[in-house]
């Protein structure tokens, strides 16, 4: 199964930004799906996350800014990133969890993984 990401870019503070990422099987559907990233020089952290039946939790620094959503008729996830700051700015990867259930904040714990995604926000 590949997990592939689109919609990074380079945008000014304030701006947003919407990201995608669609499995390539439909053996995904009922798996919990993630957003993570990773800065340079920093661990990759847990963004966002979503269950099969949209169930979302979020990361504290991007509460009220981003919506993580799904739609499993396409396999895919999308990431609403809105009121963009620099510290924003890193690889967004997308990742999914087989065994089921709500989406674990850590990344040790997903077995799929996109290849990322850049995005950065300049002030």
């Known amino acids: 199964v590949q997990l592939v990401e689109s919609g990074g870019g380079v945008v000014p503070a304030g701006d947003s930004l919407t990201l995608s990422c669609t499995a390539s099987?439909?053996?995904?559907?009922?798996?919990?799906m993630a957003w993570f990233r990773q800065a340079p020089g920093k661990e990759r952290e847990f963004v966002a996350g979503?269950?099969?039946?949209?169930?979302?939790f979020y990361a504290d620094s991007v509460k009220g800014r981003f919506t993580i959503s799904r739609d499993n008729a396409k396999s895919a996830v999308y990431l609403q990133m809105n009121s963009l700051t620099p510290e924003d700015t890193a690889v967004y990867y997308c990742?999914?969890?087989?065994?089921?259930?709500?989406?674990?904040?850590?990344?040790?714990?997903?077995?799929?993984w996109g290849q990322g995604t850049q995005v950065t926000v300049s002030s």
């Open positions: 099987e439909r053996t995904l559907t009922w798996a919990p």
């Open positions: 979503i269950s099969w039946t949209g169930g979302d």
């Open positions: 990742a999914a969890d087989s065994r089921g259930g709500l989406p674990p904040a850590v990344s040790d714990q997903y077995d799929y």
